[in-house]
């Protein structure tokens, strides 16, 4: 997948962006969300679950360390910002969702556990550029 870049003027627009994105998805991607606190990482992943038929509500699983949700694919939602080590999430045995041929993960703090992810990554970098602008890389 070549570098693209799209500015987003709402939240609509990015989860619009990420629904698109997904729709052409056949299973097994693996997406590493960077962007600060704030920057629309949790938005995207709501248009992703829309861009594989997920109906439920899109939560940060911010505590939960991984929600998981039914769709065309499934969708395996991830929030490493409270791991200091990628040892807890191979001891819980969570990467091993990562390589699900049957299903999309969506990353977020995956510098966390950088050892652990797979090759051919699809990296989703997300830049506020103001209150309301986003602008959303993936390569």
């Known amino acids: 997948m070549e570098q693209?870049?799209?500015?987003?003027?709402?939240?609509?627009?990015?989860?619009?962006y990420a629904e698109q994105l997904a729709a052409s998805f056949s299973g097994g991607e693996v997406l590493l969300l960077h962007g600060d606190l704030g920057a629309g990482k949790t938005h995207f992943v709501k248009g992703?679950?829309?861009?594989?038929?997920?109906?439920?509500?899109?939560?940060?699983?911010?505590?939960?360390?991984?929600?998981?949700?039914?769709?065309?694919?499934?969708?395996?939602?991830?929030?490493?910002?409270?791991?200091?080590?990628?040892?807890?999430?191979?001891?819980?045995?969570?990467?091993?969702?990562?390589?699900?041929l049957h299903a999309v993960s969506a990353i977020e703090w995956s510098e966390n556990i950088k050892p652990l992810l797979p090759r051919n990554c699809i990296s989703v970098t997300i830049d506020k550029l103001d209150e309301n602008r986003r602008k959303i890389t993936v390569k």
Not at 4 to 15: G, K, L, Q
């Open 48 to 100: 992703l679950a829309r861009g594989l038929n997920v109906d439920d509500v899109v939560t940060s699983p911010t505590f939960a360390l991984h929600n998981s949700y039914d769709g065309r694919l499934t969708l395996n939602h991830f929030d490493f910002y409270r791991i200091e080590d990628s040892e807890e999430v191979a001891i819980l045995g969570l990467d091993e969702f990562f390589y699900d």
């Open 4 to 16: 693209r870049e799209f500015i987003s003027n709402s939240v609509a627009e990015t989860e619009s």
